[in-house]
């Protein structure tokens, strides 16, 4: 039996980690096998908020494919191009259950970590604010070499709202 209840564990959680959104299960046929250099919404984001977190994470195991990944963010409201906010990992080839392609920091020009088992600890060197005040935008996936036979992954992001009722919603 827990010492607190849920929703006091919850909420130690959101203030010490931030707040967690995370998509559903996903084929990685769709979300790594498909157009080079396409974005994959994941997640919307409403007015700016601080990222503290983002990965990936293989719920079944990859493929021994060789797939690229890196993260972009876009406005949509207003409309601003799209700009990376990681550079591309090393190849996620063969990534077992549990492990992680883990964002690393502010640094667009720093790869994200691709960890080799569950136990790895990617150490975020700084956080990144994205969105605007009363704006809307949107995080993508993006996969610069488009091949992943099999496996499935999940998202997780991890922030802390900037502006007056900022909030992150999963597309998927």
Request: charged share 15%; proline share 4%.
């Amino acid at each position: 039996m827990p010492n607190y209840n849920i929703s006091t564990i919850d909420r130690i959680g959101d203030i010490t980690r931030g707040i967690h959104v995370k998509t559903g299960v996903l084929a990685n046929t769709a979300y790594f096998d498909h157009n080079p250099d396409v974005d994959k919404p994941l997640f919307t984001v409403h007015g700016r908020i601080r990222i503290i977190g983002l990965n990936c994470e293989a719920v079944t195991a990859f493929a021994a494919d060789a797939s690229l990944l890196k993260w972009t963010f876009e406005s949509t409201t207003p409309v601003i191009a799209a700009a990376d906010i990681s550079a591309v990992s090393l190849t996620v080839a063969s990534i077992p259950i549990g492990a992680r392609i883990m964002w690393r920091g502010t640094a667009v020009a720093t790869a994200p970590d691709v960890s080799a088992t569950q136990a790895s600890i990617a150490v975020v060197t700084d956080y990144m604010d994205v969105g605007l005040t009363g704006g809307i935008g949107i995080i993508n996936s993006h996969a610069t070499i488009a091949t992943q036979a099999s496996g499935t992954c999940l998202f997780n992001l991890y922030y802390l709202p900037i502006s007056e009722g900022a909030y992150v919603e999963a597309l998927i």
